[in-house]
């Protein structure tokens, strides 16, 4: 369909968006690593528990951990060879998280579920659930869950935007596996039984607005370059003029809302029963040698992915895994890729930030780009003095989807992302608390 | 291989390039065509109070950062060091104070008032409170008040106040059967203040006044500096502008008796002399819009710019002093209460009354 333009929505920020840097490139398959360290945790509820022991042989795209939980995710091996370790260890964000260690054993064997013709909704929410998709835009919600909401929705969102600078994933899939996201849209919408396809892109990817404005289905809504653009709410609101409510799920609104990657991922896995076990990095920043987006198994050491892209040739001042404004910054190569590892970036001096904070002026820039309309200085404040109740009553914390809007323009260069996840932390104990009580 | 330099944090891992220090210097380069528009028509004594102000703040500051935390004696011992860590924590915050503070003041004070002023401003009005960002009034304007105190200032009040001084004269010999209510004297309004027409009033020519509040073609170079660097917000000078003006064309007006009725009679011709008489434009770009003392959110600070606008054309109609600096440190003392009470809606959200109602 013809594309439309987005709404407009009140606050963001224009990042410098450093695209250029592997946008033209095409996807790279990264060879098969040695070693795969595959974390158990992969999805936001709690981690898998692993059915597979410690020697045991395991083919390619076989469960090696089951969910436990509705908002788990299974898992599955990556690369055929044998089962070396199950071990804990820390993982990326700093928590202790199981991983499972597998060695190649050179085959290529895959044990992938048997592929689905014309599915019914249900059966295509069980093979989500089967080949253990999650959001892969960042957050890592199970994408079955999504696809069978509670209440009626009427429309599906495809999230192309990718707001996040220095990411191309999302860019490069949607110009190469064009016709593959818009089947598995059309699956996701059969299992939500709606008939109404939005997929929202940036303006800076005009080509990919052209190439979904092909399908009759599809309709492509041009969104303003702005970050935030790819947050849910924003996006919601943005595409179809709906509001989330505070502490209400997209599906409340009658939108489910779901990731370009996503919807690649559940093509896969109905035509082909190829369970997710890779996905598309984009290995960017001044650092590394050749910037490359690279289709990488799930569980490949950091370390090999950057040798596979040349290694660096300056001295990064900031590993980061995932998108600059949300991605977690690395304290070395040891860390392993996840579902939701959208990115490698490594910074020189120049790209990150890595400046003292000074005092706050209360010039409120904060509170004018914050795209969820709060006050993240009254958190830093409040939360400063000790006082999280104040903090969360007066900078409305609890609502904050934490995009880094307001840190990327404090001219102060105050750690308000800090003091937000600590207020939020802390605001959770006392919750518990209070129930306990 | 990566080595421990690396930095770890919480996202964002870019920034922007804007710091305090980049902001400061934004407000500082807009200052200058006021600075320079003050020589201009006050002479070397204008340039005499605008350096002593600046160079009184910045040393006012370094003295009080040599002297404030950590063992003197320590501090003397490696005295470059000190040196060398205040340069590089100086926002340049007391550079804008003190132009600020120099622009504000009539070119006939004299320069050690101006010292004492400046050494007042930093020293106590913003350092005794915690320094940049922590400061519960204007330091400038705070500077200003003392300084009107202590060294009488009269001479400021001469003739630049514009038409608010006159309406005395627009309701004398003025009858009614009461007399409370006076009569509408035909182009009695515009009559006495024709001596000065509004252009010399933009342009400052042959006006007395403050250094940097004559010209108020320099401020609006000023005010589209900032507008363009988005320092402040265009609406909040317009905004301000806009409510002086008219509540000052009301406070202006009154009731009048024109023989049958009782009418309230204002002339809007007075709208332009008294928005560009006095300091109200200046204070409306450089010191209403000072981060540190005006509210945070954008309705907290639409409130306070409504009532500080107000307050000031009515205080100014009823005194016919410049009481523009008083004013500010009111509003500055009432920052905090906005703050509080006027909180903002997140995106999304849900009037909470009406789900408690149904339960």
Known sequence: ?437 | MIDNTVVISTPPHVKSKRTTRGIMCDVAIALLPCAIAGIVYFGWQAFVLEITSVLGCIATEFVYYFIAKGGFAKKCKNAGKVCKKWFCQFDMTSVVTGLILALIIPSTTRWYEVLVGSIFSIAIVKMFFGGTGKNLVNPAAAGRVFMFLSFALTTYVAANIGPTMLESELFTGATNLSGLLPKVTEGAASAPYSAMTNLDLFLGTGVAGCIGETCKLAILIGYVYLCVRKVIKWWQPALFIAVFGFVSVLAMGGLFYDGSAVVYKFDIELFLPSVLSGGVLFAAVFMFTDYVTSPKGVWGQLVYYVIGAALLAVLRVLTHLEVASFIILIMNIFVPLIDRFIMRKPFGYIKQKKTKEGK
Not at chain 1, 37 to 45: E, K, M, V
Not at chain 1, 167 to 184: F, H, Q, S, V
Not at chain 1, 321 to 343: F, I, R, W
């Open chain 1, 1 to 437: 369909m013809k594309a439309v333009r987005g709404k407009y929505f009140f606050g963001g920020v224009h990042p410098h968006d450093e695209k250029a840097l592997s946008k033209a490139l095409p996807t790279e398959i990264m060879p098969l690593p040695e070693v795969v360290a595959i974390s158990t945790s992969q999805s936001l509820g709690k981690p898998a528990v692993p059915v597979v022991e410690k020697g045991a042989e395991v083919k390619c795209g076989e469960l090696i951990a089951k969910a436990d939980g509705p908002i788990s995710s299974d898992v599955f091996a990556s690369i055929c060879g044998t089962v070396e370790d199950i071990r804990d260890e820390k993982g990326v964000g700093g928590a202790t998280e199981k991983f499972i260690f597998i060695r190649t054993n050179g085959k290529k064997e895959n044990a992938f579920l048997p592929p689905l013709a014309d599915p019914s909704p249900e059966e295509i929410v069980q093979r989500i659930k089967d080949a253990g998709i999650v959001g892969l835009g960042g957050a890592g919600f199970p994408t079955a869950v999504k696809a069978a909401p509670r209440t009626p929705v009427d429309t599906l969102i495809l999230n192309g935007a990718e707001c996040e600078p220095y990411l191309t994933c999302d860019y490069r899939l949607m110009l190469e596996k064009t016709d593959e996201i818009a089947r598995g849209a059309r699956y996701l919408a059969k299992a939500l039984k709606v008939d109404k396809i939005i997929i929202g892109i940036e303006a800076n990817k005009p080509d990919c607005i052209k190439k979904f404005e092909a399908y009759e289905d599809i309709l492509p809504v041009i969104l303003k370059k702005k970050y935030p653009m790819g947050g849910e709410k924003q996006l919601i609101y943005v595409a179809t003029g709906r509001k989330v409510g505070l502490g209400k799920l997209p599906a409340d609104s009658g939108v489910v809302v779901q990731n370009v990657a996503t919807a690649f991922a559940v093509c896969e896995a109905i035509e082909k029963g190829k369970p997710l076990i890779e996905r598309i990095i984009t290995v960017s920043g001044r650092a590394v040698k050749t910037p490359k987006n690279v289709w990488v198994r799930l569980g490949t050491k950091t370390e090999s992915v950057i040798e596979f892209c040349g290694g660096e040739i300056h001295r990064p001042v900031k590993a980061v895994q995932g998108g600059p404004m949300t991605g977690v910054a690395l304290a070395n190569y040891e860390a392993y890729t996840h579902k939701t590892t959208s990115g490698i970036l490594l910074m020189t001096e120049d790209e990150a930030a890595a400046d003292e904070p000074t005092p706050c002026l209360n010039c409120g820039k904060c509170a004018d780009v914050c795209p969820m309309h709060l006050m993240p200085m009254n958190t830093a404040f409040y939360s400063a003095a000790g006082d999280y109740e104040a903090a969360a009553k007066y900078g409305n914390t609890l609502a904050c989807i934490e995009c880094g809007a307001c840190e990327y323009i404090c001219p102060a260069k105050r750690p308000l992302i800090q003091a937000i996840r600590k207020t939020k932390a802390e605001m959770r104990k006392l919750q518990q608390g209070g129930q306990k009580k």
